[in-house]
């Protein structure tokens, strides 16, 4: 099956940062499976 755009999503690139840079500094908590299945698990709750 053939994959295509469907739409795009303009983002206001300012605000973008804001969030990116919040997203950046959250706290690292150890978590409770170190490795889950095949690779590293992380779970950030929004």
Known sequence: ???Y???KLNLN???LKKDLV???NFPVIPEE???F???YWMNNSL
């Open 13 to 15: 690139e300012e605000l």
């Open 1 to 3: 099956m053939a994959s």
């Open 37 to 39: 299945s095949s690779g």
């Open 22 to 24: 919040t997203i950046a």
């Open 33 to 35: 499976y170190d490795e």
């Open 5 to 7: 755009i469907i739409g």
